[in-house]
């Protein structure tokens, strides 16, 4: 189910408010993996102006739960991820907290030849071996 534009910007608002200030109660997360599971494409644009507009400090924070969960739900956007890994520092920056457990090998070694090819210490690139059922 695709949100409108007002559902969007409420969900961006939103997450970068439990990027700073994290509650419990607050329902953001579960808002997002229902946008991640339900539209990718709408989740992957969140993210992106997440990215763009945290602070700094938000980037690990958003990397190891949106970015990472995202990855993991939808290994096929690994395209968009490459792309964005390599053009844009802030998602860099942030996608260098991202476990890939449970990814697909392929997709892995694609993604880290990107963080690879923008310097990135080899010691960071971890690559799971695994069965994927």
């Known amino acids: 189910m695709s949100r409108s534009l007002e559902e969007k910007i409420r969900l961006v ?3 970068l408010r439990y990027l700073t200030e994290p509650d419990p109660q607050d329902e953001t997360w579960d808002e997002f993996h229902e946008l991640a599971v339900s539209d990718p494409r709408g989740a992957w644009e969140i993210l992106l102006e997440v990215s763009r507009r945290c602070g ?11 970015v ?28 260098q907290y991202v476990a890939m457990t449970g990814v697909p090998l392929a997709v892995q070694q694609r993604l880290n030849a990107a963080l690879a090819d923008r310097g990135v210490d080899p010691k960071f690139l971890v690559e799971y071996d695994e069965e994927i059922e």
């Open 68 to 95: 990472q969960h995202l990855l993991f739900l939808h290994p096929g956007l690994a395209p968009e991820f490459e792309a964005q890994v390599r053009a844009d520092d802030r998602f860099l920056k942030a996608f």
């Open 13 to 15: 608002e939103s997450y």
């Open 56 to 66: 700094d400090d938000d980037l690990a924070m958003l990397g190891a739960g949106a």
